[in-house]
């Protein structure tokens, strides 16, 4: 069974290149793309990998065993399918691909294999990690417990979603866009251009606390609404989000006229001071 997880853990990083990854079958599977990518400094990865293919007659013939469609956070942002396969069948692969990465990259795979059996046998050890990769990346601590506090209600909502028959993916983004629009006013696509966000950015690793804890709220009542009216089908968890959002709107608009200024500003986090900071703390990240 196939586990939805924060973002943040979906992306691993082999030295300061991105890999990305999915819970699958009780075990990690890995964007064959992005190995390859890592690999070979390839300008196609996806060119490279016909290539290689068509050398490699055996792993030709075995591809469609190999790996898996799977759907990961694509460039643009989006879910997609993507071919994506095992520890195992990623070692099949790095054996087509002549490179002198090849040998520490099978010792970080199997680390990160390691960390995540781990994670099964101790699911706090999670957020532990998690919680330190924060660190590593220069947020504070108060920051941090929020950023922790807000994967909880976020998960509790998406838990009531999936149970009342919404569909991780376009539903959970439908509906968390309805969340958005009651509390800023702007869907989250609207919301990263505002703050001149790429289309990878988490937006929430970007948010201020105050942006954030609205955020928060506007998930929280929404589950609590969903609970109340026992809500099930797309259409009613869509009206609640809408008034779930509603709720941290009118919260936010009572802050901001006692404040006299927009909560919702393009400074994103860990700008300015903080980025040399959150480098160093990085490069520490990497090395270990």
Known sequence: MEKDINN???????????????????????????????????????????????????????????????????????????????????????????????????????????ERIEEIQDPELAIVRAKRIYEQKGYSDDWIAKRMRGINVRNTLTDEWKNRGAKAGINFAMLTNEIYRGTFEMNAKEIKEFKFLDKPNNLRDRMGEMEFILTMLGEASTTEITKARDSEGLPKLTQDAKEGGAIAGDTREAIENKIGKKIMTNNNFLKGGDKQRRIKNFEELKNE
Not at 11 to 20: C, I, K, N, Q
Not at 44 to 58: H, S
Not at 92 to 106: C, D, L, T
Request: net charge positive.
């Open 8 to 114: 943040e853990q979906n992306m691993a990083l082999f030295e300061s290149d991105p890999v990305r990854r999915t819970w699958h079958k009780d075990q990690w599977y890995f964007s064959v793309v992005d190995v390859v990518q890592v690999l070979t400094n390839s300008s196609n990865a996806k060119q490279y990998i016909k290539k290689m293919k068509l050398r490699d007659n055996e792993l030709s013939v075995k591809w469609g065993t190999i790996c898996t469609p799977l759907e990961v956070i694509s460039k643009d942002g989006r879910k997609r399918a993507e071919n994506m396969s095992s520890l195992q069948g990623i070692f099949r692969i790095i054996q087509s691909v002549p490179s002198s990465k090849a040998e520490p990259f099978k010792l970080w795979l199997a680390k990160v294999g390691q």
